[in-house]
T-cell receptor
Framework: RKEVEQDPGPFNVPEGATVAFNCTYS??????FFWYRQDCRKEPKLLMS???SGNEDGRFTAQLNRASQYISLLIRDSKLSDSATYLC??????????????FGQGTELSVKP | GAVVSQHPSRVICKSGTSVKIECRSL??????MFWYRQFPKQSLMLMAT?????????EQGVEKDKFLINHASLTLSTLTVTSAHPEDSSFYIC????????????????FGPGTRLTVL
């Protein structure tokens, strides 16, 4: 079983649509949670951190449920420029090694005009 | 700020040759750098954690003799793929953690632009 699981998609949506991505993680030692965005053949870029209280950044809303080990990302009013792969990422603390990031496979989003 | 560079951005080599990839933190000091590998349509997989002045910590299944890591300074880590074969063709990405961020459970990692390796 993968440590971080995501639906790979692709999600094909029209401009202006609302789209939701889900992610589950298996390691209970996970301490920090993030959504990254990766454009084709580029490095991942931090989109936002995810907190249990939920957090919003413009059109993007992220939510964490520690009890069910579930993370979500909601994108409202999709733009063409939102087309990318969205990576669910958790930071796991390893004794004597510090934290390391575990990446999900990514969910591909394609926003069409 | 917090810029990480990688060189080269793309490399094509013959099977059996060795390839060195450099990762530099340009405007901060990084005590810890990370090397990832990403195959098409797959997630980034951590290969090793590189600490300045000490040996790298490799993830399970990653051959330390094949993927040599050197972190000789606070701004430079290198990954050498020795005797590369076609199955080593992949997208190699480094990231760096800012020393100035101090301790704590998480310090943001800044990613380099990646190096695309093709072994013929």
């Amino acid at each position: 079983r993968k440590e971080v699981e995501q639906d790979p998609g692709p999600f094909n949506v029209p401009e202006g649509a609302t789209v939701a991505f889900n992610c589950t993680y298996s390691n209970s030692a996970s301490q920090s949670f993030f959504w990254y965005r990766q454009d084709c053949r580029k490095e991942p870029k931090l989109l936002m951190s995810v907190y249990s209280s939920g957090n919003e950044d413009g059109r993007f809303t992220a939510q964490l449920n520690r009890a069910s080990q579930y993370i979500s990302l909601l994108i409202r009013d999709s733009k063409l420029s939102d087309s990318a792969t969205y990576l669910c990422v958790v930071n796991v603390m390893i004794y004597n090694q510090g934290g390391k990031l575990i990446f999900g496979q990514g969910t591909e989003l394609s926003v069409k005009p | 700020g917090a810029v990480v560079s990688q060189h080269p951005s793309r490399v094509i080599c013959k099977s059996g040759t060795s390839v060195k990839i450099e990762c530099r933190s340009l405007d901060f000091q990084a005590t810890t750098m990370f090397w990832y590998r990403q195959f098409p349509k797959q997630s980034l997989m951590l290969m090793a954690t590189s600490n300045e002045g000490s040996k790298a910590t490799y993830e399970q299944g990653v051959e330390k003799d094949k993927f040599l890591i050197n972190h000789a300074s606070l701004t430079l880590s290198t990954l050498t793929v020795t005797s590369a074969h076609p199955e080593d063709s992949s997208f190699y990405i480094c990231s760096a953690r800012d020393k100035a961020s101090g301790g704590g459970s998480y310090n943001e990692q800044f990613f380099g632009p990646g190096t695309r390796l093709t072994v013929l």
